[in-house]
């Protein structure tokens, strides 16, 4: 009977899990390039009072519960939303954005709500830089789909190219590390990586004066929470129905 009381205790853990990881996928609903993630469970050891295949029988396994074994991120593309906004910049495909974070480390991003420094850097939110300075005397600029940027001057005849982004492909965006800010880290499980051009090798193109929106589902969203509710629930009640037989199993010594 305790083994019962623990056994569900697991199942309660785990949907506290599930139930904080839907919640931030709602949270986020409208971060830009967000990408949701969700809880992968697995069942604990199992208790053998018989093994399988001995004798007639199957065998007596019981199974000592669940744990959230991890979390994945979902790498689909979100939705494109046009802003009109110059420095706002969107991939249509795959690949990462590459941006230098203070400490001289190198981070990945989608999100492309770019912003001009006092500089003329176009850094992220964050004031991360991006590798693209927009000359002062600029009266307009252009990032074509190709990655490349163009600016005029004051005393220009015609446009020219002051720098180009590209993009970084992951084998498995899974395995990137979120460190907060719509950033990523590459970990050894990311896999091979590809940096290039934008729109060629598999890499995205890129769409200026627009936005990636979240990928997440509120719809979706709504029904795991409601289940993951509906769960945990289930699991409280074993809790209770395995601390109500040892209190009438303790009662029989009185």
């Known amino acids: 009977m305790m083994r019962g009381l623990y056994t569900a205790a697991t199942g309660m853990t ?18 830009t390039a967000f990408k949701q993630s969700r809880v992968d469970f697995q069942d604990l050891l199992y208790a053998h009072s018989q093994d399988p295949n001995t004798g007639a029988t199957a065998g ?10 991890s979390t994945q991120a979902i790498h689909t593309q979100g939705s494109i939303a046009n802003t009109g906004v110059k420095s706002d910049v969107a991939i249509q495909g795959k690949g990462f954005f590459k941006v230098t974070l203070p400490s001289g480390e ?8 770019f ?3 006092g500089e003329g850097n176009l850094t992220t939110q ?4 991006t590798g693209i300075r927009i000359p002062k005397d600029a009266t307009d600029y252009e990032i074509k789909p190709n990655g490349e940027v163009w600016a005029q001057g004051l ?20 395995g990137l590390k979120a460190i907060g800010g719509n950033m990523y880290k590459t970990t050894n499980i990311a896999g091979a990586t590809a940096t290039g051009i934008p729109g060629k090798n598999g890499l995205g193109v890129l769409a200026q004066g627009h936005l990636e929106k979240s990928n997440v589902n509120v719809v979706v969203e709504m029904m795991n ?10 699991a409280q009640k074993g809790v209770q129905a395995a601390d109500e037989m040892t209190r009438m199993a303790n009662q029989l010594y009185k």
């Open 14 to 31: 785990a949907q506290q899990v599930n139930i904080s990881n839907i919640s931030n996928n709602l949270a986020n609903v409208q971060t």
């Open 60 to 69: 007596t396994q019981v199974g000592m519960g669940t744990r959230a074994a």
């Open 106 to 113: 190198v981070a990945f991003t989608r999100d492309g709500a």
């Open 115 to 117: 912003r001009l420094d």
């Open 126 to 129: 964050s004031g991360y830089k």
């Open 155 to 174: 005393n220009d005849t015609k446009p020219k190219k002051i720098g180009s982004f590209q993009l970084t492909r992951f084998l498995n965006p899974a």
């Open 225 to 234: 929470i409601v289940q993951a509710q509906r769960a945990y629930e289930m």
